[in-house]
């Protein structure tokens, strides 16, 4: 079968540095790895020159910041149990995370603000924390989350009459830096209830393969629930007898519950079916609602030494990652990049070899020269019979 290579024309080429943004329809025919993209360049005097890039992929970045802080008192009450904890003054934090003596517990906690232990100010209310541990799971959910704040003084109460008892305490400062996402259209929804093995399954096909690195999940059920859920991708695919048979593979898991967002992340994985695997065990099965999946957008950093015609190729399966300078020198890259734009996709046919056509293609024709040749032998040989 013919193997082909694709390519697109790049202009706007004004500098030495810019920057190409792949456009979703370019990974149906990209390598998993990215490792088949070059930038080729054609110049007047029809020499090939290659520009070197950087692959970027515009995830978020985080930072976590631990932050020094005092316990200052401790009390409990048969509303509930205080903790008051004290930072350096003018520090922004946003996270404080709760250890506890006790497991197996499911408490409201509310979270207050003061600078001077008088006045106080709510900053969370009826936050909910958890956790849970037996010989099949072992789950905690007991990390405040709120907005950035900046008060000196910080009293954590949590409700109820024998409230867990706090032993210690992280607070922190988390900063994410957002990243660039593009959302995908789920083409087809495909769900069904194994009884036998007590889970669901749900086939999600998107419109063409794309680099998938985000899933949010939304189920529409008013009860608590705490699910073991697995995502797969589908790595390939073998057509048989009887049908396709698709190859998948585990690309992360995790709990679903009805305590958090339900977002998954994972890394940048580029396909067009994905599974979603419930564990219900003795549980009803859930109502999903809603399926969000997205993925980071990617681009190409580029460097342009040469004057020429360029263009930006992949599709060859046959070529491995490409080892630049430039992945050793990224502090040389300009703040500001001008974006290039791309030109339609052109498939390039691979050179085949000559194949030589025989002198015959047809089986009739060498049947009657070798018929001929017979009766020309046989003629040769009664001459020579008479003869003698």
Sequence with gaps: MDTYEYKRSLSGISDNWHTIELPNDIFKNVSSDFSDIRVFGLTKDNDTVEAPYLLKQNQPKRSSKQINFEILNRSITTKGSFVTYKVPRNQTINQIRLFFQENNFDRLVSLEGSQNLDNWFTIVDDYRILSIKNELTSYDFTTIKFPNSKYQYYRVFIKGNKAPEVKNAQVSLQEIQEGNYN??????????????????????????????????????????????????????????????????????????????????????????????????????????????????????????????????????????????????????????????????????????????????????????????????????????????
């Design 183 to 388: 959302t995908y259209a789920i083409k087809s929804v495909h769900r069904r209830e194994q009884k036998q093995n007590k889970r669901t399954i749900i086939d999600l096909d998107l419109q063409m393969p794309v680099p998938l690195s985000y899933i949010k999940i939304k189920a529409k059920n008013d009860f608590d629930y705490y699910r073991p859920i697995r995502i797969e991708y589908l790595q390939d695919s073998v057509q048989n007898e009887k049908g396709w048979r698709y190859n998948y593979r585990n690309v992360t898991s995790g709990i679903l519950n009805s305590f958090e967002e339900n977002e998954f992340n994972f890394y940048s994985t580029i396909t067009n079916k994905v599974r979603l695997i419930i564990d219900n065990q003795d549980n009803e099965e859930l109502d999903i609602e809603t399926i969000k999946v997205k993925g980071f957008s990617h681009e190409l950093i580029v460097r342009f030494t040469t004057p020429a015609t360029y263009f930006l190729t992949y599709g060859n399966e046959d070529i491995n990652k490409p080892s630049y300078d430039l992945q050793y020198m990224t502090e040389t890259v300009p703040e500001k990049l001008i974006e290039l734009q791309l030109g339609a996709e052109e498939i390039i046919p691979k050179n085949q070899l000559e194949v030589v056509e025989p002198l015959f293609k047809n089986k009739i024709w060498l049947w009657a020269v070798m018929g001929v040749v017979i009766i020309l032998l046989g003629g040769f040989t009664l001459m020579m019979m008479k003869k003698k």
